[in-house]
Every structure is written in C-alpha cells, then in structure tokens.
C-alpha cells in the first residue's frame, strides 16, 4: 500500500468505525455491559460462585450449540425455523430406540443422527428446487417433526414422555461423550484446596458441589471453535459468504452455491440433534414438548450476535456471544430475583436493538444511503 | 490474424420464439469487438451462449478453429472464455480479497487442514487492483464501498488474472458515470493491450467507439454485419441498432440529440 498513489478521495476512518464494522463488536459490548450489570445487581446472590457459574454456562452452552448451526445456515443465506421440532424430535427417536426397542444407546444415537441431518437435507433440497423461503418450508417442518414427535410415543407407549434412558445408557460409551462430566479428580481437588465448596450433608456430603464440566459445554466450545475455523480459515468458508451475499453472483464464479445451503442445513440439523442428545442423557427421558421455541432463541442468539437477516455477513463468535448474553441474563435474572417475565421484555428490546444497530453497520458496509 | 474465437450462424430457440436467428461473430487476440444492440435485441441470450449458460439450437462455436461444445458455464470458462456480468460480478458485504477469490480460493496445508491463504489472497488482490489503477485502502475493504466502475474493475481483473483468454463484457458502462465509464474503458484498453480478446457489449455508441476496433450489430437476433473501425459513423451504427427508420423520424422530431 504506497502512501504517494493512494486516492485523496479516500477519506482516512478512525479505528473506532473500523472495529464498528466487525460483526462481533455488538455482542462483546453487550456481553461486557451483561457482566458489569449483574456484577453489581446480584454478586452476592450466589451468581459467580462456582455452581453459579456452572448454572448459567451451562444454560449458555445449550443457546451456543444451535446457535452455531443456525449462525452458519443465516449466514449462507436461510433459516431452519425446525431447529426446536428437530431436538424434540430427535430426543424422542433415541428414547424410541434405546428404550422401546432395546436397541444399545450408541446404535440409537447414531441412527438418530443419520436421521436428522437426512432431515435437515430434505429441508436443503426442498428449499433449493422449489426456489420457496426457506422460512416457509422450514415451518412446515417445525409442525410436521412436533407432529411426529407427540404421535409415535403415544402410538408406541400410550403416553408423550419416554423415560428409562438413563438406565438404557449406563456405560454405554457414546452416551458418556454426551451426558458426562469431565475433569472430576481436578474438581476433587480444588475442592480439597478449599476453593470450592463441598457438600455438608446428605448422600454426597464430602464430594465437591461442582464436580465436573459437563460434556455438554464442551460440545459447545468445540462446535464454535470449528464453526469459527471453517467460516473464517476455509475456502468453504469463504462459499458460506458468498451463497448468502448474493447466489447468483457466486454461481457465476464458480461457488457450488445449492452443495454449500444443503450442507448447512444438514449442519443446522446435527447441532439441533447435539442439544437433543445432551438432554435425553441429563434428563435420562424424552418429552414431547422439548425444544419449544428454541429455533427463535437460536436466532435471536446469531442476531445478537451480529449476523444479517439477509444472509452474507456474520459471526460464529459473535453468535456464541449472543447465546452467553441469553444465557447469563436468562439465569442472571432469577438469581437477582427478578420476576422472570421480565426476562422476556428485555429479550425483546435487545433484539430490537441488535437489528437496529445490524443495519446501520450494514449501511456503512455496503454504502447505502 | 484468426480468429481466437467465433461463432458461425448461431442460433438459440426457446420454444416458439427465436431469440437469435443466426449471428456470426468473431474475436481475435488483442481485438476490442464490440457488439452492439437495443434492448432486445438478443444480446443477453447471445452471451450467455458464448458463456456456456445456454447451448445453441444449431450453429458452431470455435475455439482457436476448433468447434467446442459447452455444457455448462464452468467448461467454457476452463477454456479461458470468462462473463463480467453488470450488476452480478460482485458481493457487497464481502471484502475485495474474498471477492476476487471467490470459487478460486488458494489454498495451504497446515497440520493435515487445507485453509484458505488468506496473505497470499490480499497480496494478490493488493498487487492486481494497483495494476488496474485502483488503490485500495487494504485487501479488506469491503465492494460496497467502492464505486459501479470500480467493482466492474475489480471484476475484469479478477477474470484477467484466472486465465481469460476470451473476456466478454456485459454492458459495463451503462450503470456508470463519466468519470467511471472513462476508468472503465482505460480498463478495457489495458486488457487489450495485454493480448486478450474482449467482447464489449453495449447499447452506447460514443462508448463502443471509444475502445472497439471492430462493430457488429445486432437486431431482432440476427447479426447485421462488421465494420472495422474509421469505416462507419455514430450515425450509422446508432440507425442500424434501432433498425433504420423509425429513429430518423424520432431523431428528426428530437432535434438530432439522440
């Protein structure tokens, strides 16, 4: 860049409009305001102490893992309105396997797994012949998968909860990677510095009130971190952009625009199917009634996070943000012992808010008036 | 000098309607053809049969002599055949880098991970555009912020760069200032200058003659013949587009502004 050719026209713009124009730069304000503001609201209430960490990283964990999906699917351009219909869907099927059909926990959660990315290209491909909103198409799913998802137990078992997994999946090995807890011994020891608290009385008195990270977080960290890596580092990333900008434009220049929206749709459908299976191995049952909403929760998260409505900007960051500041303020709020309605007026104005500032950063971006 | 690329009596039916009835065109290395027509004339189906997107009903397409069939736009583009499309080159939101890569990303190996090269993707950028004459402020701008002529650079450099032989231009003026279009048509001219031959499509005269070095016109689908340049007037070429008589009337009524 030699400074004796550059235009004079060019303006010079300060650092503060540069760093404005990373999609990130909303949420780590909003993620430090949420810090601050519960810091001093409700530090005594238990929030930051290591089981209050783990209360509300956990709860964060759960918004990140479909936000990732849904960050990189809004970013090349489309939504998956079945992200919530998918995780009771997918929850139910491993109950229906494992329990019902006796089937060994790692057979039913990988089944599963097939099923519901095959779901989720279904979704791609309809969207991509058809030429209709994804919006549309995925509502209908949003209702054909629920549909599905209260009919089979009540068919199978007379009843819309499938209890019993807990028990189906002891020492199973690929349930461990889903309901575990790793890090026990280094918990057992923190707890014998006296840096955590343990148990007084009851069953577990002695153990440590927090004795591992569950395996669910760490799900959580790895899919941002390898949906940060492949959107930012890859050419494939650099596809995702580019369908979502303008695929028309991407066509032309070579970019497999139909392969990149399937692919991600597919993507959306195995991190709903994470969640899901995180929570049958919690929960140790399948309900009907899981993930209700979860797909508005998914994209308020991304919103938040930075990413366009439009498709072609964004950031997995960013949206991982997002799901940190939905969760923190979520639990933030019962700890500080505020009405929990209230949760969802402020929810409300931060998404307004989030898209508000969205487009004006677009504004400086694309130059529009 | 032969031609580098041609089409000989090309036709293209879309059902019952005849959108090109036998054009014949050529381009030769170093050549500036421009191909001019009105609006619906056939000029959009004519490129897109060059480019690959549609296949012709009948006619022969040639390439250094040698007759190619193109089943899609990625073959045509392998035989160094590349579209600058007006308002489809580019994506705003991306940066100029990410832009100029697209579908051609380089890549490097780091510990088993193929990964787009991100310096070597700026550096080339940086370097390319600096040729054309555009500075940029740094290979992440992004192409919302630069101007139409600008991005239409951007894009011709992008296909120079990827090996076009044959680089067809899709009224790359029309959208375009005075200040552009000039930077625009210097653009052409370094384009040519560097042995590739450009198709240049457009309904603006003074704009074709200030680069062409040769004129086809086309109307109602069908090519109505070559001119080399210095042997026909504006006039000429602005009657033949309109098909003769009805802009002499019109032309008689505007004064002779048109």
Same mark, same amino acid.
């Given at each position: 860049?030699?400074?004796?050719?550059?235009?004079?026209?060019?303006?010079?713009?300060?650092?503060?409009?540069?760093?404005?124009?990373?999609?990130?730069?909303?949420?780590?304000?909003?993620?430090?305001?949420?810090?601050?503001?519960?810091?001093?609201?409700?530090?005594?209430?238990?929030?930051?102490?290591?089981?209050?960490?783990?209360?509300?990283?956990?709860?964060?964990?759960?918004?990140?893992? &479909?936000?990732?999906?849904?960050?990189?699917?809004?970013?090349?351009?489309?939504?998956?309105?079945?992200?919530?219909?998918?995780?009771?869907?997918?929850?139910m099927m491993i109950a229906i396997f494992s329990v019902t059909l006796q089937w060994p926990v790692w057979t039913s959660i990988c089944v599963t797994f097939v099923l519901c990315t095959a779901l989720g290209a279904l979704n791609g491909y309809i969207v991509i012949r058809t030429g209709l909103p994804s919006f549309i198409v995925t509502l209908a799913f949003l209702f054909i998968l629920r549909g599905f998802t209260i009919f089979f137990p009540q068919l199978i078992e007379r009843k819309t909860i499938i209890g019993g997994v807990s028990d189906a999946a002891d020492r199973d090995w690929l349930a461990s990677l889903f309901g575990g807890k790793v890090g026990e011994p280094v918990f057992v020891w923190l707890a014998d510095l006296g840096l955590i608290d343990v148990f007084e009385r009851g069953s577990r008195a002695g153990q440590p009130v927090v004795d591992g990270i569950p395996a669910l977080i760490l799900w959580a960290i790895g899919l941002v971190i390898f949906g940060h890596f492949v959107l930012?580092?890859?050419?494939?990333?650099?596809? &995702?952009?580019?369908? !979502?900008?303008?695929?028309?434009?991407?066509?032309?220049?070579?970019?497999?625009?139909?392969?990149?929206?399937?692919?991600?749709?597919?993507?959306?459908?195995?991190?709903?199917?994470?969640?899901?299976?995180?929570?049958?191995?919690?929960?140790?049952?399948?309900?009907?009634?899981?993930?209700?909403?979860? *797909?508005? *929760?998914?994209?308020?998260?991304?919103v938040i996070g930075g990413a366009l409505l439009t498709?072609?900007? /964004?950031?997995?960051?960013?949206?991982?943000? $997002?799901?940190? &500041?939905?969760?923190v303020v979520q639990q933030g709020l019962f700890f500080a012992g505020v009405e929990s309605s209230l949760f969802r007026v402020f929810l409300g104005v931060l998404l307004l808010a989030a898209v508000i500032l969205n487009t004006y950063i677009r504004r400086i971006i694309t130059g529009e008036k | 000098m032969d031609p580098l690329f041609e089409m000989q009596d090309v036709e293209k039916h879309f059902g019952t309607v005849i959108a090109l009835g036998g054009v014949n065109f050529s381009v030769s290395e170093g050549e500036c053809h421009?191909?001019?027509?009105?609006?619906?004339?056939?000029?959009?189906?004519?490129?897109?049969?060059?480019? /690959?997107?549609?296949?012709?009903?009948?006619?022969?397409?040639?390439?250094?002599? +040698? *007759?190619?069939?193109?089943?899609?736009?990625?073959?045509? &583009?392998?035989? !160094?055949?590349?579209?600058?499309?007006?308002?489809?080159?580019?994506?705003? %939101?991306?940066?100029?880098?990410r832009n100029f890569?697209? /579908?051609?990303?380089?890549?490097?190996?780091?510990?088993?991970?193929?990964?787009?090269?991100?310096?070597?993707?700026?550096?080339?950028?940086?370097?390319?555009?600096?040729?054309? /004459?555009?500075?940029?402020?740094?290979?992440? +701008?992004?192409?919302?912020? %630069?101007? $139409?002529?600008?991005?239409?650079?951007?894009?011709?450099a992008r296909a120079v760069y990827f090996g076009a032989k044959v680089l067809i231009l899709d009224e790359p003026t029309s959208a375009l200032g005075v200040r552009q279009t000039a930077n625009v048509l210097a653009t052409v001219d370094r384009v040519r200058e560097n042995g590739i031959a450009v198709v240049f499509i457009t309904h603006n005269v003074r704009h074709a003659l200030a680069v062409g070095d040769r004129f086809t016109v086309l109307n109602r689908g069908k090519t109505l013949g070559t001119a080399n340049k210095g042997e026909i007037t504006p006039e000429e070429l602005q009657d033949l587009m309109a098909g003769g008589q009805e802009l002499v009337e019109l032309e008689s009524s505007l004064g002779g502004t048109v």
């Open positions: 860049m030699s400074d004796s050719t550059q235009d004079e026209r060019i303006k010079n713009i300060s650092p503060l409009r540069q760093a404005l124009v990373r999609p990130e730069l909303g949420s780590i304000a909003g993620t430090i305001i949420v810090f601050l503001f519960f810091g001093f609201l409700a530090f005594d209430s238990g929030m930051f102490s290591p089981r209050g960490v783990l209360n509300w990283s956990t709860v964060s964990a759960q918004f990140m893992i &479909i936000a990732v999906g849904a960050c990189l699917l809004m970013i090349a351009g489309e939504f998956d309105l079945s992200v919530g219909s998918m995780i009771g869907f997918a929850g930012t580092r890859t050419r494939f990333g650099n596809w &995702i952009f580019a369908s !979502g900008g303008d695929a028309q434009a991407a066509r032309y220049a070579g970019v497999p625009v139909n392969r990149v929206k399937i692919l991600m749709f597919m993507f959306s459908a195995f991190c709903a199917c994470v969640f899901a299976t995180c929570q049958v191995m919690e929960f140790g049952s399948a309900g009907a009634d899981r993930g209700l909403l979860k *797909e508005f *929760e998914a994209i308020i998260a991304v498709g072609g900007y /964004g950031s997995v960051i960013g949206a991982a943000l $997002g799901a940190l &500041i939905f969760g | 421009c191909l001019l027509g009105d609006n619906g004339a056939g000029k959009s189906t004519l490129i897109k049969t060059m480019s /690959g997107v549609h296949a012709p009903t009948s006619g022969r397409l040639l390439m250094r002599g +040698q *007759e190619v069939r193109f089943e899609d736009p990625r073959q045509a &583009i392998s035989q !160094g055949i590349a579209t600058v499309y007006q308002d489809l080159a580019m994506i705003p %939101l991306m940066s100029v880098s890569f697209m /579908g051609n990303e380089p890549i490097k190996r780091r510990f088993g991970f193929i990964l787009f090269d991100h310096e070597r993707a700026d550096k080339v950028t940086m370097d390319e555009m600096r040729k054309m /004459g555009i500075n940029l402020r740094g290979p992440h +701008q992004a192409v919302g912020t %630069l101007s $139409g002529g600008e991005r239409q650079t951007v894009a011709i």
